[in-house]
């Protein structure tokens, strides 16, 4: 295929996205627009300096950034027009399901309530699905730079709105944090009845893999780049089929990998790991999930048949249940012809 038949195959795929920040989806325009609003003022002063400050060297230097744009989000109604925006954004995407994670601590720690966070994002989420047909799950991520006793009480802030909430996370700084610090906390969240997930193995080393996996009994690792370095860990998540929400342009943006031309993706694929793609943050990594998809394929030179792989993947990766998982994949075998 033309490298612009390969574009236009990726757009008009229905995919699922399972690893996405909301907050990481704050565009410059928005922040500023909602900035004002709220008379904050940025430490920038146009969309363009603040863009031009989106130049990072690892994940921490995100980080830091990512945690001040998100102060200006003090209203239900802020956590709706941002999280509303995404939903517009990949409806043009063919993004049918998306399961989102928004960071709590990040807002309450502000004195910003559980309850207009969740209340916010929640709506947008129910409006989505009516307006524009996109199922979602929510996940709720601990910051893991924070102590346990602050992931504990985040998780008693969530037990009223229970049935909004369908897993646990664990995202922010990994190195020097590892999953067994949480290990009590995710023990009582998988009480309580939440589907648990970890980012792991980002810039952390494959340990913490083994660790978010035989301590915190996830279901599905975010990142998970460097399990490529251990084979016994490859053996096992192939075996077991658990999916890895791989992020090709956060991963180049912040330097995980070098140059995306090294990607594991293949690799991944060729040892029939569960590999999804999925973007992040992306307001701050240059693009959304078929841009993802566009660079992968650009860079691995990934045929037609392993794009819609990577697209079925979601779907099976996805907390989807069985029969609207096989409605999607079928959809996609009767649609879209394979061809090479
Ligand atoms: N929070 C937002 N994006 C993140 C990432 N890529 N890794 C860890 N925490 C995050
Ligand atoms: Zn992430």
């Known amino acids: 295929m033309e490298k612009n038949e390969l574009v236009n195959y990726i757009k008009q795929l229905p995919k699922a996205e399972l690893h996405l920040h909301?907050?990481?989806?704050?565009?410059?325009?928005?922040?500023?627009?909602?900035?004002?609003?709220?008379?904050?003022?940025?430490?920038?002063?146009?969309?363009a300096s603040?863009?031009?400050?989106?130049?990072?060297?690892?994940?921490q230097e995100f980080l830091d950034i990512y945690y001040i744009g998100a102060q200006v989000l003090l209203h239900e109604q802020d956590f709706y027009d941002l999280t509303w925006a995404y939903l517009q954004k990949i409806h043009q995407q063919n993004v049918v399901h998306t399961e989102i994670f928004f960071d709590p601590q990040?807002?309450?720690?502000?004195?910003?309530?559980?309850?207009?966070?969740?209340?916010?994002?929640?709506?947008?989420?129910?409006?989505?699905?009516?307006?524009l047909g996109?199922?979602?799950?929510?996940?709720?991520?601990?910051?893991?730079h924070?102590?346990?006793?602050?992931?504990?009480?985040?998780?008693?802030?969530?037990?009223?709105?229970?049935?909004?909430?369908?897993?646990?996370?664990?995202?922010?700084?990994?190195?020097?944090?590892?999953?067994?610090?949480?290990?009590?906390v995710f023990k009582q969240a998988a009480d309580h009845g939440f589907k648990l997930v970890a980012h792991a193995g980002?810039?952390?080393p494959a340990e913490y893999i083994w660790e978010a996996l035989d301590l915190l009994h996830v279901c599905r690792i975010d990142h998970g780049n460097r399990s490529i370095d251990d084979a016994k860990l490859v053996e096992r998540l192939a075996q077991q089929q658990i999916p890895?929400?791989?992020?090709?342009?956060?991963?180049?943006?912040?330097?995980?990998?070098?140059?995306?031309?090294?990607?594991?993706?293949s690799k991944m694929l060729d040892k029939n790991l569960l590999i999804t793609i999925n973007s992040d943050d992306p307001a701050y990594f240059g693009g959304y999930l078929n841009e993802n998809y566009?660079?992968?394929?650009?860079?691995?030179?990934?045929?037609?048949?392993?794009?819609?792989?990577?697209?079925i993947n979601s779907f099976k990766g996805s907390w989807l249940n069985e029969v609207e998982k096989n409605k999607w994949i079928s959809e996609m075998e009767q649609l879209i012809p394979t061809k090479n």
């Open 22 to 47: 909301i907050e990481g989806t704050f565009e410059p325009e928005l922040m500023f627009e909602i900035a004002k609003r709220n008379n904050l003022s940025l430490a920038y002063d146009s969309v």
């Open 50 to 59: 603040l863009k031009k400050a989106y130049q990072f060297n690892n994940l």
């Open 106 to 131: 990040t807002h309450t720690d502000r004195g910003v309530s559980f309850e207009t966070v969740i209340n916010g994002i929640y709506k947008a989420l129910k409006d989505g699905q009516h307006q």
């Open 134 to 144: 996109i199922s979602f799950r929510l996940i709720m991520s601990f910051l893991r």
């Open 146 to 184: 924070l102590d346990e006793s602050s992931a504990f009480e985040t998780l008693k802030q969530a037990l009223p709105f229970k049935d909004w909430i369908d897993g646990v996370g664990l995202d922010s700084s990994e190195i020097g944090n590892p999953p067994s610090k949480f290990e009590r």
């Open 202 to 204: 980002e810039e952390g």
């Open 244 to 265: 890895l929400t791989l992020c090709p342009l956060s991963n180049l943006e912040l330097k995980v990998v070098q140059d995306l031309k090294e990607y594991p993706a």
């Open 294 to 311: 566009i660079a992968l394929t650009n860079n691995l030179s990934l045929t037609p048949d392993q794009i819609k792989q990577l697209a």
